[in-house]
């Protein structure tokens, strides 16, 4: 077979299995290692597959995102690390917003000691948490409500957001990855997104590793918008390289 013949033959293998070893293709493509994982390369420039140790799976669609309770009990450890990293960006007399998501959530009682900080946000678990905390500032940016994920999208949340300067914008994402950014299969969260990344003096993408090579439906932002990344360092070794080839600065931390 000529490359291009091998690499749909190990798409089509993987629809079917999913996951798949570097010794198990070259058992079945009867080829090289080294031709392998040529392939593999070759195909997950594309945003086709995902390097996995010692293997390969699929890049994942999402149709959907889990409900937030249920987002919730996932990678707590993990998202802990990142939400730690994350308020320690935070300095005296910020005003930073905090996207929807649970990792948001874990950044909440990092941030009840910080003097003179304002916090946006459309999450309503989050002003639920911070309203026992009058020392900080607290502003909702109303909006259509998402029911699954307890937060505000949609067109009046992004006008909202074209009134407010923000230092640090904290973004959430259920999908990313180093060819299609970040995505999202609910197009009524991209316009507040993308409003957001335009507002934000900086811009920080927190999210855990297990969404990278992940995909929905729309398109926010390409992960060059982002002046950080903060993921746990799960992050495939292959994602990590291409990320800092193209010089997105990148924080990895240990999950707690």
């Not at 629809?15 to 090289?32: A, C, G």
């Not at 040529?38 to 409900?67: C, M, Y």
């Amino acid at each position: 077979m000529i490359p291009d013949q091998r690499r749909e033959h190990i798409l089509k293998l993987l629809q079917e299995r999913h996951v798949l070893s570097i010794n198990e293709l070259t058992s079945m493509l009867s080829v090289s290692h080294m031709t392998v994982r040529r392939d593999i390369q070759a195909l997950e420039n594309e945003g086709k597959v995902l390097s996995v140790t010692g293997g390969v799976r699929l890049a994942a669609r999402l149709k959907s995102e889990p409900s937030y309770l249920a987002k919730a009990q996932l990678e707590v450890p993990a998202k802990r690390a990142v939400a730690r990293a994350a308020a320690e960006l935070v300095r005296e007399n910020f005003t930073i917003f905090l996207d929807a998501g649970t990792t948001m959530l874990q950044m909440v009682p990092m941030l009840t000691d910080k003097v003179g900080l304002t916090v946006v946000t459309n999450d309503f678990n989050v002003v639920g948490h911070l309203m026992e905390y009058p020392n900080i500032e607290l502003i909702h940016t109303g909006g259509v409500v998402s029911h699954a994920d307890h937060s505000s999208v949609g067109q009046f949340t992004a006008d909202f957001l074209g009134k407010v300067n923000v230092d640090i914008a904290f973004i959430a994402s259920s999908s990313w990855d180093v060819e299609r950014g970040t995505t999202t299969p609910s197009e009524a969260k991209v316009v507040a997104k993308q409003q957001l990344m335009r507002i934000a003096s900086k811009r920080v993408l927190a999210v855990d590793s297990t969404k990278y090579g992940k995909f929905g439906t729309f398109r926010v932002a390409s992960l060059d918008d982002f002046d950080l990344i903060i993921t746990d360092d799960r992050l495939p070794q292959t994602a990590v390289q291409e990320v800092r080839e193209r010089e997105i600065r990148l924080d990895l931390v240990a999950a707690e």
